[in-house]
């Protein structure tokens, strides 16, 4: 592992990176969900697709990667492409798991792969619905240090610029984004997957103008068992884009 201290909005990020295949020159972003790490995506993609040099990145305020302010996914975005820039790489792939996919999306790539990326805004549960109420309810009463008991398992533990900055990203509604995209897409996604429906892949398929969907047996996390498919299939048809 390795780390690069940058500069964003006058403030100082420690991030926490792996490189893989080093000296290949044809470059890889790998970028994880919400609340994980570059661990979970060097264990799934780590050993596959060896003409490619991998960049794996904990995203500021995940794994071993630092954050001290309120960020919008406009700043992630933001802050990977200044490290991009700083290693000197234009990757031809960009992955993104979950709130990573986000990420991904609006940097560009050539060729973006979307692992059950968040952005389609999907209903509450009526118990969901109700403890928020309850919450806003009780916190002018001065229960608003119960955050903890009401908070979903995303937020538990977390510092108060990353609990905002969830705030922030956690009900944007991507979908000019995805629109906006023109360049390669694939989507895979789990089937079973509930934090990312799979209706959820067909919408986005719907609006990108030059998008595969690969729906597969599975839950949110659903890549882990059909990493060396995605990879092989990442793989081939990126290589004929090229030719």
């Known amino acids: 592992m390795a780390v690069k201290e940058l500069n964003h909005g006058g403030h100082i990020f420690t ?4 490189i893989v295949n080093p000296t ?19 264990q799934a993609f780590g050993k596959l697709m060896p ?3 991998h960049i794996y990145i904990d995203m500021p305020g995940f794994g071993r990667s630092t954050n001290h302010t309120v960020l919008t996914t406009q700043d992630y975005a933001n802050v990977i492409q200044k490290f991009l820039d700083y290693l000197e790489v234009k990757p031809k792939i960009i992955v993104g798991h979950s709130f990573g996919g986000k990420v991904a ?10 692992l059950s990326s ?5 209903p509450k549960s009526w118990s969901v619905r109700a403890k928020i109420a309850l919450f806003k309810m009780l916190k002018p009463l001065g229960f608003g240090k119960l955050r903890s008991f009401f908070a979903s398992k995303d937020v538990q533990g977390m510092s108060h610029e990353m609990y905002e900055t969830f ?8 979908e000019s984004q995805f629109a906006n ?30 998008s595969i969907l690969y729906p597969l047996s599975g839950d949110h996390y659903f890549f882990l068992k059909h990493a060396s498919f995605i990879a092989k ?11």
């Open 118 to 122: 968040s952005g389609i805004l999907v």
């Open 51 to 53: 003409n490619l040099k």
């Open 15 to 18: 991030i926490a990176y792996d």
């Open 181 to 210: 995209f023109k360049n390669t897409a694939f989507l895979f996604w789990g089937k079973e997957d509930t934090a990312t429906p799979l209706w959820t892949a067909r919408k986005i398929h719907l609006i990108m103008s030059n």
């Open 233 to 243: 299939t990442i793989a081939d048809i990126c290589k004929d884009d090229e030719e």
């Open 167 to 174: 705030k922030n990203v956690v009900n944007e509604d991507f």
């Open 24 to 42: 290949i020159s044809d470059s890889i972003v790998i970028l994880h969900g919400w609340g994980s790490n570059k661990e979970i995506m060097k």
């Open 105 to 114: 999306t609006l940097l560009n790539p050539p060729c973006l792969v979307l």
